[in-house]
Nanobody, 116 residues
Framework: QVQLVESGGGLVQTGGSLRLSCVASGFRFSIYAMSWYRQAPGKERELVAAISSAGGRPNYADSVKGRFTISRDNAKNTVYLQMNSLKPEDTAVYYC?????????WGQGTQVTVSS
């Protein structure tokens, strides 16, 4: 079955960096676009970044452009989110996502907390 396992979250000060990883299994990772979403307390889940199956054409939410970079390693079935210049408003649970055969799949999420 499809599994997405995120890691790399934690507590960081404003201006710091974190790299999130999402290891995928149970499907042919290399042919699917992948996305990162986040959900802050009391807010709706929002798209942060997405990347095509081959790793090109990344797109980002306006709020993270120039600070976050999405990438993937198809040999390792892993998608990454490099987060630099972190701000308190980036505090959220970050989720990995794939849409496969019309169904959405989510990981369990990883908490990112940015202290001011």
């Amino acid at each position: 079955q499809v599994q997405l396992v995120e890691s790399g979250g934690g507590l960081v000060q404003t201006g710091g960096s974190l790299r999130l990883s999402c290891v995928a299994s149970g499907f042919r990772f290399s042919i699917y676009a992948m996305s990162w979403y986040r959900q802050a307390p009391g807010k709706e889940r929002e798209l942060v970044a997405a990347i095509s199956s081959a790793g090109g054409r990344p797109n980002y939410a306006d709020s993270v452009k120039g600070r976050f970079t999405i990438s993937r390693d198809n040999a390792k079935n892993t998608v990454y989110l490099q987060m630099n210049s972190l701000k308190p408003e980036d505090t959220a649970v970050y989720y990995c996502n794939v849409v496969r055969r019309g169904l959405e799949y989510w990981g369990q999420g990883t908490q990112v907390t940015v202290s001011s």
